[in-house]
Every structure is written in structure tokens, then in C-alpha cells.
């Protein structure tokens, strides 16, 4: 029978779906467009009155806001302050939670020793060890970077686990019987076939840092973007909380973006989505 043989009565032939190509700059032009609606529907509400400043500044006072804290040097030394918290606990949760994901997810000791008790403390809310942490360690720096350290610790355990338990266990097998060691092996087949997971668990890991940062900040802050806030707060000064609130988003916003350029660095055989869809 023919190809081109006509469809049965009834039947209708089959037209498979075609993905059409988009480009990199009509992605980006239709990503921006949810914000700058919610900047326009801002502004209309701060022009027409219905959002008054002592219930949220308008687009332009936080923009003077912005001016006002870069120049007289408030805003840098807050930024600075606040990345570098974020900066060393996000480096120790992410060291903790790969030697930890390593050791469960490669040898069975590990996974019997280790994996319950830390699947208990993943199930902690680290809010909850707030008042703990001030307890034992004061509410000086090591108390809040340990708080986002803990925050972002399980994330990158609990992905790198389950990737290194997804590496096929067919090339390990073969890797061995050719007399490869066991942190070669780790080195250069495990870790390797663990990326995808390596990376989602990078991007919660640093999505939650900035989280954990807020909390962290609210331990008797001197310096930071929290310190910002809780002076704003005390000022009633709606535009500052606002100029606050943006650059925790944009935190947010940066630590989701390095992810995604790691995932086209390291990964370069993934077709992004946007391209064919």
C-alpha cells in the first residue's frame, strides 16, 4: 500500500506538528513583557491615586531612592555586605551538599549511615533555627552565613544524590573492570553523568541563598540590604522598602541567569525550548 493511499471514511489523515523557529531577541522582547506591564500598572495606580505613598512609593520616587542611596555611598557598602553573606554560605551549603550527595548516592555505607538522618533535618524549615543560631553562635557574621549555608545545603544534597544514583551503573561497571579507581571513577564518569542534576540543584541552592539572606539579615543586622530595610521601616520610608525589595528580586533574577549560561556552557548539546517551540 502506498503512502499516498486516501485515509479511510471517517479517519482523518495525521499532520504531525512542526515547531516554528523563534529568535533569541522575540524570546527576550516576550520575557520582558510581564514586568513592564506590572511597571505600567504600578505607575497608573501611583498617577491616578489609588496607590498612595505611605502604602507604596511610585516608580519614580524609588527611582530617586535608588540616586539618593548610591550617592551618598549607602547602597554599594550594602550590596557589598549582603553578597558576601550570601557569597560564603552559598560556598559551604554547596560544598556540603555535593561531598554529602556523593557519599549516599555512590556507596551504600553512606547512603545507610547518612541518608535518613539527613532527609529528617532536610523536613527542618531553617527559620526555625533562627533563634537557635543566636543562641549558640551570637548575632555576629557567623550566625547568618551558617543560616544560609544550612538553607542552601540540602537543595544541592538531594539533587546531587539522586543524580549520582541515576549515572548508569552498566558504565561504571565497565569503567572499573578496566582498573579506574574510585575517585577517578567519581571524577570523570560520575559527576560527569550527574550535570543535569548537579545544576538543578545549583539553581535552587542559589535562588534559596538570597532567601536565606533575608532571614539572615533580620539577626540584629548593622550592615545590608536588611539593615536597609529595617531603617526604612523605622522612617516609614516606603521608597527605600521598595528599592530593598527590587534588589532582593533582582538577586533572584541574577542567580537564575549565571545558572542558565552554566547549563549552555557545560551543556551545549541542549536545544533551549524557546527555539522550537
Do not use: H
Not at 486516501?6 to 520575557?31: C, F
Not at 498617577?47 to 555611598?73: F, M, R, Y
Not at 561531598?99 to 539527613?118: A, K, N, P, Q, Y
Request: a positive charge; hydrophobic letters at 50%.
Amino acid at each position: 500500500m502506498s503512502d499516498t493511499a486516501a485515509a479511510p471514511p471517517g479517519l482523518i489523515r495525521p499532520r504531525p506538528r512542526t515547531g516554528r523557529a523563534r529568535s533569541r531577541g522575540y524570546a527576550l522582547t516576550v520575557r520582558t513583557l510581564g514586568p513592564l506591564a506590572l511597571l505600567a500598572l504600578w505607575w497608573a495606580a501611583s498617577a491616578t491615586g489609588l496607590l498612595t505613598p505611605d502604602v507604596l512609593a511610585s516608580p519614580g520616587e524609588v527611582l530617586n531612592a535608588v540616586g539618593e542611596l548610591w550617592g551618598n555611598g549607602q547602597l554599594p557598602d550594602a550590596l557589598t555586605t549582603s553578597l558576601t553573606r550570601s557569597g560564603l554560605g552559598l560556598l559551604i551549603g554547596l560544598a556540603a551538599g555535593l561531598v554529602l550527595g556523593i557519599t549516599t548516592g555512590f556507596t551504600r555505607l553512606g547512603d545507610e549511615l547518612l541518608d535518613s538522618s539527613l532527609q529528617t533535618l532536610r523536613t527542618i524549615p531553617f527559620l526555625s533555627l533562627v533563634p537557635l543560631f543566636m543562641v549558640w553562635f551570637g548575632i555576629n557574621e557567623t550566625a547568618k552565613i551558617l543560616l544560609i549555608a544550612v538553607a542552601t545545603t540540602f537543595p544541592m544534597y538531594v539533587s546531587t544524590s539522586s543524580g549520582v544514583r541515576n549515572t548508569d551503573p552498566k558504565l561504571v561497571e565497565a569503567m572499573r573492570s578496566f582498573g579506574m579507581g574510585r575517585l577517578a571513577l567519581v571524577r570523570e564518569v560520575v559527576l560527569p553523568g550527574a550535570l543535569p542534576s548537579l545544576l538543578a540543584g545549583l539553581r535552587l541552592s542559589m535562588t534559596l541563598s538570597v532567601i536565606a539572606l533575608i532571614a539572615a539579615e533580620e539577626i540584629n543586622a548593622t550592615a545590608g540590604i536588611g539593615y536597609l530595610m529595617s531603617q526604612a521601616q523605622s522612617y516609614a520610608r516606603t521608597d527605600i522598602l521598595a528599592v530593598c525589595i527590587l534588589v532582593y528580586g533582582l538577586l533572584g533574577l541574577t542567580a537564575d541567569i549565571v545558572v542558565r549560561l552554566l547549563e549552555r556552557v557545560l551543556m551545549p548539546w541542549r536545544t533551549p525550548r524557546e527555539s522550537t517551540r
